[in-house]
């Protein structure tokens, strides 16, 4: 199934989760103090659709962006988990998810572009 997102709303999968890959590693154990921590901190995503007036309100050069591809930054859980196919596991329904272009705080630099080295 094709899905393009529409208005200020952008499609975007979840391409690194922090406490998802903390959990993973079995042989390590974290005070739970630490998963809290954790899990008021930032997700990795990639944009698969932009709306059309996505963005629409960001700086010229902003705008001028081809989203498709690029990896943004939001807080924990953005917008609502896309789940199109009933036989999917619950990671792959909470990779792709449908978010407002307000929820992204960050765009991660790419080439040349300007930004903090971090």
Known sequence: MRVRAVGRYLLVRTSFDLIDAIEQKSTIAFPQETIDKLKGGMQVHTILSAGPS??????AVEQSFNWIGRRVMTSRYPGHAVDLDP???????ASVRMISCDEVHAIIAEGEEDGADV
């Open 54 to 59: 996505a963005f629409d309100d960001a700086a």
């Open 87 to 93: 036989l999917a596991t619950d990671a792959e329904v």
